[in-house]
């Protein structure tokens, strides 16, 4: 059902009040919907956010500023260090600033991802972090090994460390990470020792693509790697996509700092979004090296957040007027997808990705071009009873739809999300 700012402010605080009576329980449904406490939520997050006490370059606290655009989590945890008692406590200060502020964590298990008998004084240390945070309000998510398979980690520990967790909490999901390497099979491999999988991918270099060994330089590539991480998942896992904000391929020395236009960045959160996945993160937002010096002071790249992810969280966020769409089942509409006409390159109908949602409200067709031609298409195969259709974020822009078909054109790396209202 789509809410009006006051129904989503009322959700909003029987969210965070049901959170913190249940230490947030966290479920993921047959159509891989991921609920918080019983509310369907697609799952944006960041790695890492602003620091727990952190403000904006306007004096406004910064995770409040996250929580208000529509975020879900902040992966916590150990950064560069492993768990002690000093992370633990640094770990206690996350978890009741996320809390406060309606988000959650996710949380960085680093080293106790993997339980061994060559490292036994892991177990003991897993369990005391899981046990001390899983009834916290501030909990999300675990995040087990970070890209084991192009780490070439075993699997058995950590499908170890995933028993224990789940034996001692059974309410929140494990996460594991990839790297754009290694084979599908190589991949899957590890689908027994998390309850999500996700890949990270960062298009936006010089030269570009440097992060992808695929043929494909372009940005579209994020759309090709969510599809290889559907195949991996296979039916049995939700997917996320882990996008960029800065990486070691642009902050590194000899490297040439290079960040993603609100247009690319819209592209690739939509395109991962069509091509299956059920959850983003934005990675790199905490990248000294990619900040202006009044950013560095403060911990957190706030110009790219004003100038970039501000403005897409406001499209894609849970207070956004797509986010019924996000939280919805695919839609089984036999839709299909033609090529009119193609300026400047070839009419390829597979450049055109779309992905279709339904509500009782509304239909929603979420469609993007890849590189290549600018093409006039028509859309075919939705109920013949539909008549117009507005185009989100680009008022008054709108459709009419005739015999359930519809035409509009397309640039490349162009996203156009429909709503196509019932009745």
Same mark, same amino acid.
């Given at each position: ?38 509310? &369907? ?30 975020a ?8 560069? /260090? ?22 959650l964590c ?6 106790l ?26 909990l ?21 460390? $995933?028993?224990?967790?789940? /034996? ?8 594991l ?18 309850d ?5 991918i $960062? =298009?936006?270099?010089? &030269? ?29 896992? =939700? ?30 959160? $939509?395109q ?13 937002g905490n ?5 202006a ?13 004003r ?6 969280m ?19 509409l ?25 509500? =009782?409200?509304?239909l ?11 093409? /006039? ?15 989100? $974020?680009?008022?008054?822009?709108a459709? /009419? ?23």
């Open positions: 059902m789509a809410r009006g700012p006051a129904g989503l402010t009322a959700v909003l605080v029987a969210w965070v009040a049901a959170s913190a009576a249940l230490g947030a329980p966290v479920t993921i449904d047959a159509d891989h919907v991921t609920a918080i406490a019983g509310e &369907p939520v697609f799952p944006i997050g960041f790695t890492l956010g602003p620091p727990p006490d952190g403000k904006t370059p306007e004096g406004k606290d910064g995770l409040q500023e996250l929580a208000d655009a529509g879900t989590f902040l992966r916590t945890g150990p950064s560069g /260090e492993t768990w002690t008692d000093r992370t633990l406590e640094a770990e206690q200060t996350w978890q009741d600033a996320a809390a406060e502020h309606g988000l996710w949380v960085f298990l680093r080293e991802g993997s339980v061994s008998p060559e490292h036994p004084q892991r177990e003991a240390l897993l369990r005391r972090v899981v046990t001390r945070f899983r009834d916290h309000p501030g999300g998510f675990w995040k087990g090994e970070d890209e084991p398979a192009w780490g070439n980690k075993p699997v058995e520990p950590i499908l170890q460390a $995933y028993r224990i967790i789940k /034996e001692l909490d059974p309410n929140h999901p494990v996460q990470t990839q790297a754009p390497r290694n084979t599908v099979e190589e991949l899957r491999a590890y689908n027994a020792a998390c999500i999988t996700a890949c990270d $960062y =298009p936006v270099s010089y &030269p570009p693509g440097a992060h992808s060994l695929l043929p494909n330089r372009e940005i579209s590539m994020v759309g090709d790697y969510t599809r290889t991480m559907m195949e991996v998942a296979n039916g049995e896992l =939700p997917v996320w996509m882990v996008l960029q904000v800065a990486f070691s391929g642009v902050i590194k020395p000899g490297k040439t700092l290079r960040f993603p236009t609100f247009p690319q960045e819209r592209f690739m959160a $939509y991962a979004i069509i091509n299956g996945a059920r959850g983003l993160v934005f990675f790199g990248l000294t090296q990619a900040m010096p009044e950013d560095a002071a403060l911990g957190w790249n706030w110009r790219f957040w100038r970039v992810l501000r403005p897409l406001e499209e894609i966020g849970r207070h956004s007027p797509l986010h019924p769409a996000l939280i919805a089942p695919n839609s089984r036999p839709l299909q997808v033609r090529v009119k006409q193609a300026v400047g390159g070839d009419a390829d109908p597979a450049q055109l990705e779309f992905r279709m949602r339904e509500t =009782p409200e509304a929603y067709l979420l469609a993007c071009k890849r590189e290549g031609a600018t093409v /006039e298409v028509e859309f075919s195969g939705l109920p013949v009873a539909l008549a117009r259709g507005e185009v989100l $974020y680009e008022e008054p822009r459709v /009419e739809v005739t015999e359930g078909r519809f035409t509009d054109w397309f640039g490349p790396f162009e996203v156009h999300v429909y709503r196509l209202a019932r009745g």
